[in-house]
């Protein structure tokens, strides 16, 4: 993992450690094994989850990332259930953008029954905005970015999708990478009941990616949703 942040082709955000890879961890897998450079950026340490230690989750996020192929990992910080929106927030997020120049930005959808997934949404598509404003200046000094495209994954939930990805050949990768995080997935002693340790959630991601793999005619996929219209050259296949 390098601590210098270099370009990336896909940049995925979560406001929490287990968030990207829950919604994403699939893509990330699929892109990196293709040889494409993929970094996670989270904004809050997730301090305040019932269960186990900021040591521990930076410990799980680490050996997730290493699972799932990802170059680069970063946090910026940011309070657990603080997710203001402020412009020093927005600022932060939107230097991140600048220094990794993604072409592809993943962020959370816009609706979720975690108030923080919600905002991670507003914040990232208010920076993906701003970093490719000429005038916006950031404290590091690095010059606009235009990200080719926004999507947004889902963690808890289940939408009408714009585009699903295949996949199935590294679903079990993903499934790896969501289990490093045993704090949270798997109850020990001493622990609270949690929606996350249930023993229907590692289910419903399952039950969900093969939902969405159905849809397109295979095993397990990952739903994406663009908050603009996605170009399509033909409506129907060329021969």
Same mark, same amino acid.
């Given at each position: 993992?390098?601590? *210098?942040?270099?370009?990336?082709?896909?940049?995925?955000?979560?406001?929490?450690?287990?968030?990207?890879?829950?919604?994403?961890?699939?893509?990330?897998?699929?892109?990196?094994?293709?040889?494409?450079?993929?970094?996670?950026?989270?904004?809050?340490?997730?301090?305040?989850?019932?269960?186990?230690?900021?040591?521990?989750?930076?410990?799980?996020?680490?050996?997730?990332?290493?699972?799932?192929?990802?170059?680069?990992?970063?946090?910026?910080?940011?309070?657990?259930?603080?997710?203001?929106?402020?412009?020093?927030?927005?600022?932060?997020?939107?230097?991140?953008?600048?220094?990794? $120049?993604?072409?592809?930005?993943?962020?959370?959808?816009?609706?979720?029954?975690?108030?923080?997934?919600?905002?991670?949404?507003?914040?990232?598509?208010?920076?993906?905005?701003?970093?490719?404003?000429?005038?916006? $200046?950031?404290?590091?000094?690095?010059?606009?970015?235009?990200?080719?495209?926004?999507?947004?994954?889902?963690?808890?939930?289940?939408? *009408?999708?714009?585009?699903?990805?295949?996949?199935?050949?590294?679903?079990?990768?993903?499934?790896?990478?969501?289990?490093?995080?045993?704090?949270?997935?798997?109850?020990?002693?001493?622990?609270?009941?949690?929606?996350?340790?249930?023993?229907?959630?590692?289910?419903?991601?399952?039950?969900?990616?093969?939902?969405?793999?159905?849809?397109?005619?295979?095993?397990?996929?990952?739903?994406?949703?663009?908050?603009?219209?996605?170009?399509?050259?033909?409506?129907?296949?060329?021969?």
């Amino acid at each position: 993992m390098k601590n *210098q942040p270099t370009p990336v082709h896909l940049l995925a955000f979560g406001a929490h450690p287990d968030d990207v890879e829950i919604g994403a961890g699939g893509i990330l897998a699929k892109h990196a094994a293709a040889g494409f450079t993929t970094a996670i950026c989270n904004l809050t340490e997730a301090e305040l989850s019932s269960n186990g230690t900021v040591e521990q989750r930076r410990n799980e996020s680490r050996q997730a990332a290493e699972i799932l192929g990802v170059s680069q990992q970063l946090c910026l910080g940011f309070p657990d259930r603080g997710l203001t929106g402020t412009a020093e927030q927005i600022l932060k997020i939107t230097q991140v953008i600048r220094e990794l $120049k993604p072409k592809v930005v993943l962020a959370p959808y816009w609706e979720d029954r975690h108030p923080d997934h919600v905002a991670c949404s507003k914040l990232v598509k208010e920076a993906v905005f701003d970093a490719g404003i000429r005038r916006k $200046k950031v404290p590091g000094g690095e010059p606009p970015h235009r990200v080719t495209q926004l999507y947004h994954y889902f963690i808890n939930d289940i939408y *009408q999708a714009d585009l699903i990805v295949d996949i199935s050949d590294v679903y079990e990768t993903k499934m790896e990478g969501v289990l490093a995080y045993k704090s949270q997935f798997l109850r020990e002693e001493g622990e609270v009941d949690t929606p996350l340790n249930s023993p229907s959630y590692l289910s419903m991601i399952r039950g969900r990616d093969q939902l969405w793999g159905h849809q397109i005619g295979v095993l397990y996929g990952e739903a994406l949703v663009s908050p603009r219209p996605m170009k399509q050259s033909y409506l129907l296949p060329l021969k």
